[in-house]
């Protein structure tokens, strides 16, 4: 990989660290040629420190190591991106991220509308809508729309209307989320159960 440690004059280069998983930025570092030579020989990220004036693998203290995943360069070739298997917290404060969030996955628009449907089902005495109206029916109820659009996608999925087939497999997913969150669980629960599958 060619990195330019020589452009800002002090031979080093910012790396951003991602979670690999979650996607989140944890936090930003600085590596020289040294640094980057240990992460890739060690497969753990190791820094140059600014203010010890020496390398530092992150976790080397603390026991939460990053493990590399991958490596990119971005396009001036002074950039660095790690993506990461974080061993635990990676801040020093003991927080998840240096900007104290907390390092969970999102899905995008999936996860706004799980977080709409639980304000629903939280709501549903006091809010009139379709989805708080499900949770007062009950399981049963929405169980039974979660097979009723089963049933619709699987009748479209046969016919060549894109167009039906994509909205019938969205009200199954809709109603599918309305259903995890009856039984108490969330997408993050059924990924979980994927990754177990996939070691």
């Not at 790690?82 to 991220?97: A, E, F, N, Q």
């Not at 708080?132 to 699987?154: C, D, P, R, W, Y």
Request: hydrophobic content about 35%; charged content about 30%.
């Amino acid at each position: 990989m060619d990195i330019d440690f020589n452009k800002n004059g002090d031979g080093l280069v910012p790396v951003i660290i991602q979670d690999f998983i979650t996607r989140q930025v944890l936090m930003l570092g600085y590596m020289n040629k040294e640094a980057y030579k240990k992460t890739i020989d060690n497969s753990r990220v190791t820094f140059y420190s600014r203010t010890k004036q020496r390398l530092w693998t992150k976790g080397e203290e603390s026991g939460n190591f990053l493990n590399v995943v991958s490596i990119k360069n971005d396009c001036d070739n002074d950039t660095l991106l790690i993506k990461v298997k974080p061993m635990g917290p990676t801040c020093h404060k003991g927080s998840d991220t240096c900007w104290n969030e907390t390092n969970r996955q999102y899905f995008g628009f999936l996860s706004e509308l799980e977080n709409v449907i639980k304000s629903r089902r939280v709501n549903a005495n006091s809010e009139k809508s379709y989805v708080a109206s499900l949770f007062e029916k009950g399981i049963n109820k929405i169980a039974q729309k979660v097979g009723e659009e089963a049933v619709e996608t699987v009748i479209e999925a046969k016919d060549d209307n894109d167009d039906l087939f994509l909205n019938e497999s969205a009200d199954l997913l809709f109603h599918y989320l309305i259903l995890l969150q009856a039984k108490g669980f969330s997408l993050k629960d059924i990924v979980k159960v994927l990754e177990g599958r996939h070691k």
